[in-house]
């Protein structure tokens, strides 16, 4: 599957609430508040254009390498 990302926009966000990191896990729990109500493809644009604007989620990646 191919997701296109069409006008990469940072306003095109969720407002984020909190991180909570398990090391035991290696996981990262990531609490989104959706204040404009977007569904369907708006809401997935939305939380990757969130994740991948966030340094906390990008770094995580770099953990598990």
């Known amino acids: 599957m191919?997701?296109?990302i069409e006008?990469?926009?940072k306003t095109?966000?969720?407002k984020l609430l909190s991180f909570d990191y398990s090391?035991?896990?290696r996981s990262l729990n990531i609490t989104m508040s959706n204040p404009y109500l977007l569904e369907g493809q708006w809401?997935?644009?939305a939380i990757y254009n969130t994740l991948i604007t966030n340094?906390?989620?990008l770094d995580l990646v770099?953990?598990?390498l």
């Open 43 to 45: 809401l997935f644009k």
């Open 2 to 4: 191919l997701i296109h």
């Open 62 to 64: 770099f953990k598990k």
């Open 55 to 57: 340094d906390e989620f």
């Open 7 to 9: 006008n990469f926009n």
């Open 23 to 25: 090391k035991g896990m």
């Open 12 to 14: 095109n966000t969720l």
